[in-house]
C-alpha cells in the first residue's frame, strides 16, 4: 500500500488549494475542479489533477476509477467545491437554484456514495466544507443558505451511516473569508470596497479569514489527531456567530477601532 491519498474537490483554488497544501505534508493529493488552471496550480504544487465537475456522477464515476487505478486507495476525501448566488430569491431562477445546491449539496451526497467503497476499505474520512451560512440567515442568499445548511445535516447523517465501518464524517463553517469567491462577490456590487469593510467591522477579529485560517482545522478533522470526532461541526469564523451586534450606542461608546 502506498502513502495516503487525499482527494480535494475545488482544489485550485482559495480554502480548497490551502488545504491541498497542508495535506500534502501528508502523503499525496488529487485535486478535482472545473477551472482550467487546475493544470498549472497541480504541476506547480506537486498534486495530481483530475478535471471534474462536482455536479456530475459521470465525473464522479471516473475519479473514482482515476483513484482505484493510479492510487488504489482514499483515505480522505474533502467536499470543498462550492458556489454562491446572492440574490433576492424572487430574482433566483430554477436554473440558480440547481446550480447552487448541486453543487454544494448533491455533489456531497453523489461524491460520498461514490467513493464509499474507497473510504470504507481505507477506514478513512470526509470533511465537508460547509459555511456560517448553514448557521444562521442571511440576506439574499436563501439557496446558499438552503444548501450550506443541507452540507452540515448531510454530515450529521452520513457520520452515522459510516460509522459502522470505521469512517469519520465532519464539516466545517467558514466565516467570510478572502478568497477569489468573496472578491468576486464584491467586484459585483457597484460599492463592494464599502460592503467589504462592513463585512470586516462584522467579524469581532476586526479582519476577514483567509483560507489559510480554514485550511488547518479542515486537515485536523482529516487527520489521525481527530481520533473519535465524527459528525462534528466546526466554526471558524473569527467570531461572527459568537455575537449579536446591539449597535455602537449599547455600551455607550463610538464605533469600535476594528484594528
Ligand atoms: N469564501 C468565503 O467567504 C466562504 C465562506 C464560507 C464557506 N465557503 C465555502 O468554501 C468553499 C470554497 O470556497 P472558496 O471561497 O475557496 O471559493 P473559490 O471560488 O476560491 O474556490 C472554489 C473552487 O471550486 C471550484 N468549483 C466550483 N464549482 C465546481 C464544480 N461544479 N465542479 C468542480 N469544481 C468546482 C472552482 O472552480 C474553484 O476552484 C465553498 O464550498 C464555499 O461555499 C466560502
Known amino acids: 500500500m502506498g502513502a495516503q491519498l487525499a482527494l480535494v474537490t475545488g482544489g485550485a483554488s482559495g480554502i480548497g488549494l490551502a488545504t491541498a497544501r497542508l495535506l500534502k505534508q501528508h502523503g499525496d493529493v488529487l485535486i478535482a475542479d472545473r477551472d482550467p488552471s487546475l493544470i498549472d496550480v497541480a504541476e506547480r504544487e ?10 456530475s456522477t459521470a465525473d464522479w464515476r471516473c475519479m473514482a476509477q482515476h483513484v482505484r487505478d493510479r492510487y488504489g486507495r482514499l483515505d480522505v476525501l474533502v467536499h470543498n467545491a462550492g458556489t454562491a448566488h446572492i440574490a433576492p430569491l424572487v430574482e433566483t431562477s430554477d436554473a440558480d437554484l440547481r446550480r447552487v445546491l448541486e453543487t454544494n449539496v448533491l455533489s456531497v451526497l453523489i461524491g460520498t456514495r461514490e467513493m464509499w467503497d474507497l473510504l470504507v476499505a481505507a477506514r478513512g474520512c470526509v470533511v465537508n466544507v460547509a459555511s456560517v451560512s448553514a448557521l444562521v440567515g442571511q440576506d439574499a442568499a436563501a439557496a446558499y443558505v438552503a444548501s450550506k445548511g443541507a452540507v452540515v445535516a448531510v ?3 452520513l457520520a452515522v451511516e459510516l460509522a459502522p465501518h470505521g469512517v469519520r464524517v465532519n464539516s466545517v463553517c467558514p466565516g467570510s473569508t478572502d478568497t477569489p469567491l468573496l472578491a468576486r462577490h464584491f467586484a ?6 464599502q460592503a467589504r469593510q ?3 467591522e462584522r467579524h469581532p477579529i ?5 483560507a489559510e485560517d ?4 479542515v486537515a485536523h478533522l482529516a487527520g489521525p489527531g481527530a481520533m473519535a470526532i465524527t459528525g462534528a461541526n466546526v466554526v471558524v469564523d473569527g467570531g461572527l456567530t459568537a455575537t449579536f451586534d446591539f449597535g455602537s450606542s449599547f455600551a455607550g461608546g463610538g464605533p469600535k477601532d476594528a484594528a
Open 198 to 200: 462592513r463585512l470586516i
Open 46 to 55: 506537486g498534486f495530481g489533477a483530475v478535471a471534474a465537475d462536482v455536479t
Open 155 to 157: 454530515t450529521r447523517a
Open 214 to 217: 480554514i485550511a488547518p482545522s
Open 206 to 210: 476586526g479582519r476577514l479569514l483567509t
Open 188 to 193: 459585483s456590487l457597484p460599492d463592494g470596497k
